[in-house]
């Protein structure tokens, strides 16, 4: 079985910084992209930032410049160093993850449960 978990989200002021982790354990052969979106109520989910498991990056345009995808390979995990912040990102952010599992040896889209950023002054 394999889980997502995140962590670092929270309440910061217009300007501020948070960094998101988000660590996959459980029956794990191999990570492939990884990835970070996020859902406000009454809109679709939207892919914020997204990392293969060479390091290539994207971005929403929106958050080009101010936030930053990265990931430990060695971990199982992968973050995202968000700066600048603004109210118009606040939302829930879910981590994913395209996951080979052991056994069976299955190829599986997995998510994180998600965590609230609100970003107020």
């Known amino acids: 079985q394999v889980q997502l978990v995140e962590s670092g989200g929270g309440l910061v002021q217009p300007g501020g910084s948070l960094r998101l982790s988000c660590a996959a354990s459980?029956?794990?052969?191999?990570?492939?992209?990884m990835g970070w979106y996020r859902q406000t109520p009454g809109k679709q989910r939207e892919l914020v930032a997204a990392i293969t498991s060479g390091g290539s990056t994207n971005y929403l345009d929106s958050v080009k410049g101010r936030f930053t995808i990265s990931r430990d390979n060695a971990k199982n995990t992968v973050y995202l160093q968000m700066n600048s912040l603004k109210p118009e990102d606040t939302a829930v952010y879910y981590c994913?993850?395209?996951?080979?599992?052991?056994?069976?040896?299955?190829?599986?889209?997995?998510w994180g449960q998600g965590t609230q950023v609100t970003v107020s002054s």
């Open positions: 994913n993850a395209d996951i080979l599992a052991i056994a069976p040896p299955q190829l599986g889209d997995y």
């Open positions: 459980g029956n794990i052969f191999s990570i492939y992209a």
